[in-house]
């Protein structure tokens, strides 16, 4: 849910709350612009941030920090 506050994404509801739930979902079926709006913020913000570039990259990070790092190995593998 930080992610949805964030980017400001979507209808933020307590969980557990049935009357809310609710609303949120008479608000956006009776809204199609606003429905419409948080689906296109949603995909963009989808595709920016987990995209396979992205995945990559943040694995590359995460192998940095585990693995020594070898220039001349990293240079290697980055060739093949």
Not at 4 to 21: L, R, S
Not at 46 to 68: F, G, M, R
């Amino acid at each position: 849910s930080e992610a949805f506050k964030k980017e400001d994404i979507g209808i933020i509801i307590e969980p557990y709350n049935i009357e809310a739930m609710k609303d949120a979902i008479i608000d956006i079926l009776n809204n199609k612009n606003k429905a419409r709006a948080c689906a296109n913020k949603l995909k963009k913000v989808v595709s920016e941030k987990y995209s396979w570039n992205e995945l990559a990259l943040e694995y590359l990070k995460v192998y940095k920090e585990v693995i020594p790092y070898n220039k001349s190995q990293t240079d290697k593998a980055l060739i093949m």
